[in-house]
């Protein structure tokens, strides 16, 4: 389960990034946006750092991180050891990277995907639990 969400996003994941954010509003989700505002070029990995800052001793804390593809945001994230961030295209892999990765950080891009598959994507992240067991062995050993 989660209890907060915590949003960030370079330039080019800002418009998809207000989409979601509108989305857990209207569904009373608890989530804190931590930038950027504009469309005015900023540098991802800084938006990914602020975003993993919040995570820190937190296990019910989770994320969603957004760029143009998702991939610079995604590096940049999983080189924080309590980040395992998982970029999706599709609600097949939001499902198994919540159930056998224990992702606590969707990554999107905002220039790869609609908005409707981006929403049915992060509804499966955040409704989808670990199902530790055989998977807790291996995620432990990343
Ligand atoms: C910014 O133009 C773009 O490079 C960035 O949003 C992202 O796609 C990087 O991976």
Redesign the pocket.
């Given at each position: 389960m989660y209890n907060k969400i915590f949003l960030s996003s370079?330039?080019?994941?800002f418009k998809l990034k207000e989409i979601v954010k509108g989305y857990l509003i209207k569904s009373f989700i608890d989530c804190e946006d931590l930038g950027c505002n504009s469309l005015e070029?900023v540098d991802?990995p800084d938006y990914a750092k602020l975003l993993s800052e919040k995570l820190k001793n937190n296990d019910k804390f989770k994320g969603v991180l957004f760029?143009?593809?998702?991939?610079?945001?995604s590096m940049a994230a999983n080189r924080f050891s309590h980040i395992r961030a998982a970029l999706c295209t599709s609600v097949e892999m939001a499902s198994k990277s919540r159930k056998h990765n224990n992702a606590n950080v969707l990554v999107l891009?905002?220039?790869i995907l609609d908005d409707k598959l981006a929403l049915e994507i992060v509804k499966e992240f955040l409704h989808t639990e670990f199902e530790a067991g055989r998977h807790s062995l291996r995620v432990d050993k990343i």
């Open positions: 370079d330039h080019g994941g070029p991802y760029c143009g593809t998702g991939i610079g945001i891009g905002g220039r």
